[in-house]
Every structure is written in structure tokens, then in C-alpha cells.
């Protein structure tokens, strides 16, 4: 499988192939051990394919430092990648990598087989048992699904059903209550006319399609369609399954990473969890390019998230989509993490299409 993954523009300055291989080596050995990395351990690292003595590498490092790929926490310290480092590694140095058969088994056979109901919050789940960390679903919103048909039925004098086929198999109904139900002609009347305007389109287009009908309606009808126009247009602001549009796993294997042995940072993930308006945004990043994008550190344009990195993708469910994605330390594998939500997505996908 190979990843597609959304690059950012920036300024970057092409680098030499020994660079390039030591840029490469920090990153690895940084998300390997979680500490700064020292000429010597980089020397060792690259021993079997390019025999580089420590010194050497010292002076690529500071070249490196200079451009502003890595940096160090204090003067004896060895080198750790910044934002920038981070992300000429994600655009220009990372291959992809394979998911092992255990990890897609473990993702088909959790998705495949759970309801409708479930299925995204299993997502969720999976995705944050497989990553260990912070695994995100958000659910895509009715207005972008396509209004199928629309059917009104009679309950009693004062009281209309109305049921919304959406596509995709997805079914809302919406009762209105009125002391002035027009005749069943007039009924059926009124029905045909909304499926010509609506049927076809996405319910978030329902508030623009009736202006002029309601103005060239009798009374009775023109308040029917008024109600209809509002009970049904209330749809677009609901999720397709939950009240809550955001499915959150992972938080505990997130918390198990050194990064987060400072309190501090503990409670920005805390605070992360609780804010759903937060993740919303940043998954709204993700929707506006096709592929996985990463977001690392600063531009995610959040100060308390300046220690995180973002890898999300869409789904689609018909012609609506939401997101899935993980938020963990800059310090992740960033090429198994951009398979794994990829590949997630995918299964989402064709599973969703399929019931």
C-alpha cells in the first residue's frame, strides 16, 4: 500500500545526500529513544552502510543545526529535530511502510463486522489500539448527504410524519404538529413539489430551494412547508449517528509516552479531549486536501499543541465524508502511523458503502 501524504510549501534548502542520511539517522534514532542524539550514536547507527567518523558527523550536524533541521536543549546535548526537520523528513526522507498482516486482520476484522451503529466508534478504538495514541472519528454531518426522497404521512388531524430517504441506506424521520393539515390531495401535492425541488441534492441546499415557493403557495400550504422547511432543515446539524460528532480513543496509551511524564503536558492532552471544538478545527484541516495530511507542531497554530503532531485522512459515507486521524508527540513514526490512518480510512470507507 503506498501513502499518499499531503506536503506542505515552505522554505527549505536542498540538502546534500550525506545530510540527507543524517537528518534521516537523528530522526530515527530520536523516535526510537526519545533523547537527544550524540555524533557517536549516529556514527555507530550508519556504521554498516556509510562509515562516517564522529567528527564528521559533528560538522554535519552543525550545518544542519544552522539551517534550523535539528537543535539541541543545552550545549553538551546532543541533537533533536525541530518542526522544520520533522517535516523535510515527512515530505522528502520518509518511505512508506507496510502494515503488518496482524494490523490489517486486526483492522478488517473489527470494522467488517460491526453495525452501523458502531462502526466509527470502533474505528476509534482500533485506531488507538494499534497507534497508542490519540485516535480521532469524526462523523460526517447529514447536510452533505443526498436527499433521496421525501415522504409525508399522516398521523392524525394535527399530527404530519415526515420521513427523509437520505443515500447510503440512511433514514430520518421528523413529526410536525399543526392545527392545519391541508387535504391528502393537497397533501401529495405539496409532496411531489418538495421532491422536485429537493430530491437529488444535499439537505444543507433545503433553506435555499423554498423562498419562491413559499411565496406562490395558499396560506395553509406556504405555513406546511414553513414547518417543513424548519423541523427538517434542523437535520443539517446533526452527526449521522451520535450526539457527540467526535469518537476520542487512546487516551491512556497516549499518556505512557515519556513526553508526557511533565504534568504539564499531561493536561494539555486532557484539555485536548474535553474540547471538541478544538479537534473539530483541526480535523476540518485534513478535508481540505485529498491524501493524509501531517501536521506538525506549530502548524497546527494551536500554542498548547506545539509538542504534537496530526495525521488524518477522509472517509466518505456517500457523498458526505468525515475524518479520522491520530494526535500524538512530534516524536511518532510518521510512515507507519500515515498507513495506518490510511488504511483505516479506506476500510471505513468501503465498509460504509457496503451496508
Not at 559533528?58 to 525541530?82: C, F, K, Q, W
Not at 478535508?287 to 477522509?314: F, K, P
Request: charged fraction near 20%.
Amino acid at each position: 500500500m503506498t501513502a499518499t501524504v499531503v506536503q506542505l510549501s515552505g522554505d527549505r534548502q536542498d540538502l546534500t545526500e550525506r545530510e540527507r542520511m543524517i537528518l534521516r539517522a537523528i530522526i530515527h534514532l530520536f523516535i526510537l529513544h526519545a533523547t537527544p542524539v550524540g555524533s557517536r550514536i549516529v556514527s555507530k547507527y550508519l556504521e554498516r552502510e556509510f562509515a562516517l567518523s564522529p567528527a564528521t558527523i559533528r560538522n554535519v550536524m552543525s550545518d544542519l543545526e544552522e539551517m534550523g533541521y535539528i537543535t539541541h536543549p543545552h550545549t553538551s546535548a546532543g541533537r533533536m529535530p525541530t518542526d522544520k526537520g520533522y517535516r523535510f523528513y515527512v515530505d522528502s526522507l520518509m518511505g512508506s511502510e507496510l502494515l503488518s498482516t496482524l494490523e490489517t486482520e486486526t483492522v478488517l476484522g473489527n470494522l467488517r463486522g460491526s453495525p452501523r451503529e458502531t462502526v466509527l466508534r470502533d474505528a476509534s478504538r482500533v485506531l488507538g489500539s494499534l497507534s497508542h495514541y490519540l485516535a480521532l472519528v469524526q462523523l460526517p454531518q447529514l447536510g452533505d448527504v443526498i436527499v433521496q426522497k421525501v415522504e409525508m404521512l399522516r398521523l392524525s388531524s394535527e399530527r404530519l410524519l415526515v420521513v427523509v430517504a437520505l443515500e447510503s441506506d440512511i433514514v430520518r424521520t421528523v413529526t410536525i404538529e399543526t392545527h392545519h393539515l391541508p387535504e391528502h390531495a393537497s397533501l401529495d401535492e405539496i409532496t411531489r413539489a418538495i421532491n422536485e425541488r429537493l430530491a437529488g441534492r444535499p439537505l444543507s441546499m433545503l433553506n435555499a430551494l423554498f423562498p419562491d415557493m413559499l411565496d406562490d403557495t395558499h396560506s395553509s400550504d406556504g405555513a406546511l412547508i414553513r414547518l417543513f422547511v424548519d423541523h427538517v432543515g434542523r437535520l443539517n446539524d446533526s452527526s449521522l449517528q451520535a450526539p457527540s460528532s467526535i469518537h476520542v480513543a487512546g487516551t491512556q496509551n497516549l499518556l505512557t509516552h515519556p513526553e508526557f511524564d511533565d504534568p504539564e503536558r499531561m493536561r494539555s492532552v486532557i484539555e485536548l479531549v474535553e474540547n471538541e471544538d478544538v479537534i473539530i478545527h483541526l480535523l476540518g484541516t485534513a478535508q481540505e486536501n485529498d491524501g493524509v495530511a501531517v501536521r506538525i507542531g506549530n502548524e497546527l497554530q494551536n500554542e498548547q499543541l506545539q509538542d504534537y503532531s496530526l495525521i488524518a485522512t477522509t472517509y466518505r459515507v456517500g457523498s458526505a465524508s468525515g475524518s479520522v486521524g491520530l494526535i500524538g508527540p512530534k516524536r511518532m513514526n510518521y510512515s507507519r502511523m500515515v498507513s495506518l490512518v490510511q488504511f483505516v480510512g479506506t476500510v471505513l470507507s468501503s465498509t460504509l458503502r457496503s451496508r
